[in-house]
């Protein structure tokens, strides 16, 4: 039962000016382009391994492996500035290589949706070019614009904040809206890369074949930009950017992600081709789709082969399909291994794993109302720092107010999806959206900014709004989210405002506490999809 992992998929993004470092030991095409390397079947992963398939005498695991050596001439680079030094190192390259600096691009939209399509367009583009330099230059920019009442177009915003927006939206559409489409389970809460039943009567239309590519380069920008894609095995992911190497998921490795399949694996070499096998009746099943009596009377070389097969049927699936190498994540410190791993930390699982610098900037007046506001207000803020108030919000779960958040629920972003709002972590992701335009972690920067501010705080209300609109802001305590410096600005006179009001225990709204985090989660979804003068 022959099957293929997607054929079309391309690229986990390879540069074309790789091609041309003596080092990435890759043979350029006429067009400067990377070969493809093809995600072999068993046959051709052990001919890679230096071992003749119908001669096997090796081991699995039997030879330690090594990851590959950083190229000279990109530097090692860490998780910190992860995307900015592949955008330079392929800047660099493209300019070394071509003697100018690499063509960049912008994209303009009046939404966040329209940015989106527009992005998606370039990316077609460059899948049916084969060249990558440009969607990963250096020179990269994001702009949001209107138009104006004389019909021509007003620029809005643009920044890293506004990038991060859209990078988000399309992990989002590729590994969650649409990840049947091309994942499918396969080792415990992991998958692989979607089969199709091989046969003459299975098709690819142009329409399939360029949303494999799409996915291919969207599980490539995740992993540039430190965002983890979906439920793709980490394993799968060390195995394709080392090359298709079967060596690259040496014992520790799989040990360390899948103790159960390392000890099948170790049970199985530590037994001949002549004892009972009974005991891999569920692997067998599950991975390989036949019943052990099949595989009574195997020779040694026979044994020792369906290991590698028993590895590689459970981590990639019994499968043929595409994929490119990508070099430039031999620089990262750590190589390949961590490369992956540190794509996993940006999954936010908890309160501490949250990157925040919280910042009190406010009068010593304003500072004393606060604090008097707090005692006299009792439990729970009695005693407590801004920093202390501010963490409840994001460790509690659920609408505070149901009623009030119906009420406003139609103007939010058709991109939160609510059904997670009982999520544990739904505010923890929603505070890092609001802020920095991603659900997740960023190491590359400065920490979130959580700033507790004045009224006249210039960074929060600048004049140029108005008065009018100054006094209506403040009202209504909008909070001001700068995505590009991400940080979020909270006006403290209506913090103090809330803390102070007189509540009905038995009204939907019936302390102070719920008042508070009402507001919070509010201003943080409005944030979302929305960009303003403030």
Same mark, same amino acid.
């Given at each position: 039962?022959?099957?293929?992992?997607?054929?079309?998929?391309?690229?986990?993004?390879?540069?074309?000016?790789?091609?041309? &470092?003596?080092?990435?030991?890759?043979?350029?095409?006429?067009?400067? $382009?990377?070969?493809? $390397?093809?995600?072999?079947?068993?046959?051709?992963?052990?001919?890679?391994?230096?071992?003749?398939?119908?001669?096997?005498?090796?081991?699995?695991?039997?030879?330690?492996?090594?990851?590959?050596?950083?190229?000279?001439?990109?530097?090692?680079?860490?998780?910190?500035?992860?995307?900015?030094?592949?955008?330079?190192?392929?800047?660099?390259?493209?300019?070394?290589?071509?003697?100018?600096?690499?063509?960049?691009?912008?994209?303009?939209?009046?939404?966040?949706?329209?940015?989106?399509?527009?992005?998606?367009?370039? &990316?077609?583009?460059?899948?049916?070019?084969?060249?990558?330099?440009?969607?990963?230059?250096?020179?990269?920019?994001?702009? $949001?614009?209107?138009?104006?009442?004389?019909?021509?177009?007003?620029?809005?915003?643009?920044?890293?904040?506004?990038?991060?927006?859209?990078?988000?939206?399309?992990?989002?559409?590729?590994?969650?809206?649409?990840?049947?489409?091309?994942?499918?389970?396969?080792?415990?809460?992991?998958?692989?890369?979607?089969?199709?039943?091989?046969?003459?009567?299975?098709?690819?239309?142009?329409?399939?074949?360029?949303?494999?590519?799409?996915?291919?380069?969207?599980?490539?920008?995740?992993?540039?930009?430190?965002?983890?894609?979906?439920?793709?095995?980490?394993?799968?992911?060390?195995?394709?950017?080392?090359?298709?190497?079967?060596?690259?998921?040496?014992?520790?490795?799989?040990?360390?992600?899948?103790?159960?399949?390392?000890?099948? &694996?170790?049970?199985?070499?530590?037994?001949?081709?002549?004892?009972?096998?009974?005991?891999?009746?569920?692997?067998?099943?599950?991975?390989?789709?036949?019943?052990?009596?099949?595989?009574?009377?195997?020779?040694?070389?026979?044994?020792?082969?369906?290991?590698?097969?028993?590895?590689?049927?459970?981590?990639?699936?019994?499968?043929?399909?595409?994929?490119?190498?990508?070099?430039?994540?031999?620089?990262?410190?750590?190589?390949?291994?961590?490369?992956?791993?540190?794509?996993?930390?940006?999954?936010?699982?908890?309160?501490?794993?949250?990157?925040?610098?919280?910042?009190?900037?406010?009068?010593?007046?304003?500072?004393?109302?606060?604090?008097?506001?707090?005692?006299?207000?009792?439990?729970?803020?009695?005693?407590?720092?801004?920093?202390?108030?501010?963490?409840?919000?994001?460790?509690?779960?659920?609408?505070?107010?149901?009623?009030?958040?119906?009420?406003?629920?139609?103007? &939010?972003?058709?991109?939160?999806?609510?059904?997670?709002?009982?999520?544990?972590?739904?505010?923890?992701?929603?505070?890092?959206?609001?802020?920095?335009?991603?659900?997740?972690?960023?190491?590359?920067?400065?920490?979130?900014?959580?700033?507790?501010?004045?009224?006249?705080?210039?960074?929060?209300?600048?004049?140029?709004?108005?008065?009018?609109? $100054?006094?209506?802001?403040?009202?209504?305590?909008?909070?001001?989210?700068?995505?590009?410096?991400?940080?979020?600005?909270?006006?403290?006179?209506?913090?103090?405002?809330?803390?102070?009001?007189?509540?009905?225990?038995?009204?939907?709204?019936?302390?102070?506490?719920?008042?508070?985090?009402?507001?919070?989660?509010?201003?943080?979804?409005?944030?979302?999809?929305?960009?303003?003068?403030?």
């Amino acid at each position: 039962d022959t099957r293929i992992i997607a054929q079309e998929l391309v690229p986990v993004i390879t540069n074309s000016s790789l091609s041309q &470092l003596p080092e990435a030991n890759i043979q350029p095409t006429t067009n400067n $382009q990377m070969n493809m $390397q093809i995600i072999p079947n068993m046959s051709s992963i052990v001919q890679r391994l230096g071992v003749d398939p119908a001669s096997i005498t090796g081991k699995l695991w039997e030879s330690p492996w090594s990851q590959p050596e950083a190229l000279d001439d990109i530097p090692t680079f860490y998780n910190i500035e992860r995307s900015k030094n592949i955008f330079d190192a392929v800047g660099w390259l493209h300019r070394n290589h071509y003697g100018f600096d690499c063509p960049g691009f912008q994209v303009k939209g009046s939404s966040e949706e329209e940015l989106v399509s527009n992005f998606k367009d370039i &990316l077609r583009g460059a899948i049916h070019c084969r060249e990558w330099d440009t969607v990963l230059s250096p020179n990269r920019h994001f702009t $949001q614009m209107r138009i104006g009442r004389n019909g021509e177009e007003e620029f809005v915003t643009s920044g890293p904040g506004v990038e991060q927006s859209i990078m988000n939206q399309l992990f989002e559409e590729y590994f969650v809206t649409r990840a049947s489409e091309f994942c499918t389970p396969l080792l415990d809460d992991f998958g692989t890369l979607t089969a199709l039943p091989q046969t003459e009567s299975t098709h690819l239309s142009e329409k399939k074949k360029e949303e494999l590519a799409m996915f291919g380069a969207v599980t490539a920008l995740a992993l540039i930009y430190g965002h983890y894609p979906g439920c793709l095995n980490p394993l799968l992911l060390i195995f394709l950017l080392n090359g298709n190497e079967l060596r690259s998921l040496h014992c520790q490795l799989v040990f360390q992600y899948f103790p159960s399949l390392g000890h099948t &694996l170790d049970a199985w070499l530590h037994i001949g081709p002549c004892n009972d096998v009974q005991q891999f009746t569920s692997h067998f099943a599950s991975f390989h789709n036949i019943q052990v009596a099949a595989l009574n009377g195997r020779s040694l070389t026979g044994h020792r082969h369906l290991a590698f097969e028993m590895l590689y049927n459970a981590v990639v699936g019994p499968t043929n399909g595409t994929a490119d190498l990508f070099d430039i994540v031999w620089s990262f410190n750590g190589g390949v291994e961590n490369f992956v791993q540190s794509a996993e930390t940006s999954i936010i699982k908890g309160f501490e794993d949250l990157n925040l610098s919280f910042i009190v900037d406010l009068k010593a007046t304003t500072l004393w109302e606060l604090t008097n506001a707090c005692t006299n207000a009792g439990a729970p803020f009695e005693g407590k720092t801004f920093k202390e108030i501010f963490r409840d919000y994001p460790e509690d779960s659920g609408t505070p107010c149901p009623h009030l958040f119906e009420a406003i629920k139609d103007r &939010l972003s058709r991109q939160i999806n609510l059904d997670e709002i009982t999520s544990s972590t739904f505010r923890m992701k929603l505070l890092c959206w609001s802020v920095s335009g991603a659900p997740r972690i960023m190491h590359e920067g400065d920490p979130l900014k959580i700033q507790l501010v004045e009224d006249d705080d210039p960074f929060y209300l600048p004049s140029r709004i108005g008065q009018e609109l $100054q006094n209506a802001y403040l009202s209504s305590g909008t909070c001001a989210f700068k995505t590009c410096t991400r940080s979020i600005k909270i006006p403290a006179s209506f913090l103090i405002k809330l803390i102070r009001a007189s509540y009905d225990p038995y009204s939907e709204c019936k302390d102070a506490q719920m008042a508070v985090h009402h507001w919070l989660l509010v201003e943080m979804l409005d944030a979302i999809g929305s960009y303003t003068t403030v």
